[in-house]
């Protein structure tokens, strides 16, 4: 079955650099790559997503790549604030018929 | 827009005794999800609804858990009997869910932290 990984588990950068988390998935059909951010004690929400007919999506400080012959994809983050600290995970479905998979989870920690 | 809806949001029971998580979805959505996040874990898929018709449960273990969701719309979450590692933080999220090879957003409910001692 579809299997997600995701690195690395945890990530501390400095405020202000960018952060880079990593996900491939196994399964060629998959077509629909969301990311959720989860801050301590609260529900997972979604931050950006990506669908295999694009290569790439930004919104402001937060872009999504998606390389489909590689089977990975990719969370950038630019300019890294304190609000920034969670845990960040990535999921790939190959339709509303089929679960999403989710990756493992990265604790990314902003250093003020 | 309101979201989704959970109760209770935290309950602590005693092992082999019972519990009920209810659902609200958002208005409109067709498929309704039940997850189990354990602490330091990603959410892992319980049972898929579309409309009131189970879509996936192959990860609900069906010796103690059950769920329903008998009118399309709100869903309950049964335990019974609770075990000690069932202790963690049930999701209920919802999407439009037009099916037809499309996938859409997922939104969360607040969860209901469920502690077994």
């Known amino acids: 079955g579809e299997n997600v990984e995701q690195h690395p588990s945890t990530l501390s950068v400095q405020e202000g650099d960018s952060a880079v988390i990593k996900c491939t998935y196994s399964?060629?059909?998959?077509?629909?790559f969301p990311w959720y951010k989860q801050e301590l004690g609260k529900r997972p929400q979604l931050i950006i997503d990506?669908?295999?007919n694009v290569g790439e999506k930004k919104d402001q400080r937060i872009a999504v790549t998606l390389n489909k012959t590689a089977k990975h994809f990719s969370l950038h983050i630019t300019e890294t604030q304190p609000e920034d600290s969670a845990v960040y995970f990535c999921?790939?479905?190959?339709?509303?018929?089929?679960?999403?998979?989710w990756g493992a989870g990265t604790k990314l920690i902003i250093k003020p | 827009e309101a979201g989704v809806a959970q109760s209770p949001r935290y309950k602590i029971i005693e092992k082999r005794q019972s519990v009920a998580f209810w659902c609200n979805p958002i208005?409109?959505?067709?498929?309704l999800y039940w997850y189990q996040q354990i602490l330091g874990q990603g959410p892992k898929l319980l049972i898929q609804?579309?409309?009131?018709?189970?879509?996936?449960d192959s990860q609900l273990p069906k010796d103690r858990f059950s769920a329903e969701r008998l009118k399309g719309v709100d869903s309950t979450l049964k335990i019974q009997p609770a075990k000690l590692e069932d202790s963690a933080v049930y999701l209920c999220?919802?999407?439009?869910?037009?099916?037809?090879?499309?996938?859409?957003?997922?939104?969360f409910g607040p969860g209901t932290r469920l502690t077994v001692l």
């Open positions: 999220a919802s999407s439009l869910g037009e099916g037809g090879g499309s996938t859409d957003t997922q939104y």
């Open positions: 208005s409109g959505h067709a498929t």
């Open positions: 609804f579309q409309n009131n018709g189970v879509v996936d």
């Open positions: 399964d060629s059909a998959s077509n629909y």
């Open positions: 990506i669908r295999s």
């Open positions: 999921a790939a479905s190959k339709g509303s018929n089929y679960q999403l998979i």
